[in-house]
Nanobody, 121 residues
Framework: QVQLVESGGGWVQPGGSQRLSCAAS????????MAWYRQCPGKERELVAT???????NYADSVKGRFTISRDGAKNTVYLQMNSLKPEDTAVYYC???????????????WGQGTQVTVSS
């Protein structure tokens, strides 16, 4: 069983920066991709950023140029660096990992517990 633990959320002023971390525990054979989602107040959950096994990344248009997703394979950790934050970035942020736990096994999806990011003056 794999567990994801998020950290780094909190309050920040507009224009500020914040970094989220998501660390995995448990046995993982390989990682297909990792992602960050967010759910803004009154809205549906949306995909923010994705990093694939080869290191390629994708971003939602709303965060492109401001957010950076990265990973540390040795630590089994994915990060989301958030710069130039806006009030509309306020949301609960969730990390997501799609992994294989054995060579011959199926793919599995795991979610972090969510962490609140509040951007306001």
């Amino acid at each position: 069983q794999v567990q994801l633990v998020e950290s780094g959320g909190g309050w920040v002023q507009p224009g500020g920066s914040q970094r989220l971390s998501c660390a995995a525990s448990g046995r993982i054979f390989s990682i297909n991709h990792m992602a960050w989602y967010r759910q803004c107040p009154g809205k549906e959950r949306e995909l923010v950023a994705t990093i694939f096994s080869g290191g390629l990344t994708n971003y939602a248009d709303s965060v492109k140029g401001r957010f950076t997703i990265s990973r540390d394979g040795a630590k089994n950790t994915v990060y989301l660096q958030m710069n130039s934050l806006k009030p509309e970035d306020t949301a609960v942020y969730y990390c997501y990992w799609n992994v294989k736990i054995t060579y011959s096994g199926n793919n599995y999806a795991y979610w972090g517990q969510g962490t609140q990011v509040t951007v306001s003056s």
